[in-house]
């Protein structure tokens, strides 16, 4: 099994920055694919970005498009989410997530995840 702990949400006015990330401990890291997905209360889960176990294919919503960036230091056993120019809209608790080697925007595919961090963009 492979676990996975968020950090790094909080507050920040629009326009500002914020860097999340995703350590992992259990089965070799490198091996699996890691996804970023959010929630707004009420709303379905979205997928944001994601990115393969050897850090290829970056992948993103088009909603954070040339916004957000997806990136990982498998000897750090550490995925991250830099985040910026963000929006109200941005605002949701965050959630990463991995699968086996390759990443995916279907949550329903994801068997490992973490607690979430909640991320408040205000206007």
């Known amino acids: 099994q492979v676990q996975l702990v968020e950090s790094g949400g909080g507050l920040v006015q629009a326009g500002g920055s914020l860097r999340l990330s995703c350590a992992a401990s259990?089965?070799?890291?490198?091996?699996?694919?890691m996804g970023w997905f959010r929630q707004i209360p009420g709303k379905e889960r979205e997928f944001v970005a994601a990115?393969?176990?050897?850090?290829?294919?970056?992948r993103y919503a088009d909603s954070v498009k040339d916004r957000f960036t997806v990136s990982r230091d498998n000897a750090k056993r550490t995925g991250y989410l830099q985040m910026n120019s963000l929006k109200p809209e941005d605002t949701a608790v965050y959630y990463c997530?991995?699968?086996?080697?390759?990443?995916?925007?279907?949550?329903?595919?994801?068997?490992?995840w973490g607690q979430g961090t909640q991320v408040t963009v205000s206007s």
């Open positions: 997530a991995a699968r086996r080697l390759w990443a995916g925007r279907d949550p329903g595919s994801y068997g490992y």
């Open positions: 259990g089965r070799t890291f490198d091996n699996y694919g």
């Open positions: 990115i393969n176990f050897n850090g290829g294919d970056p």
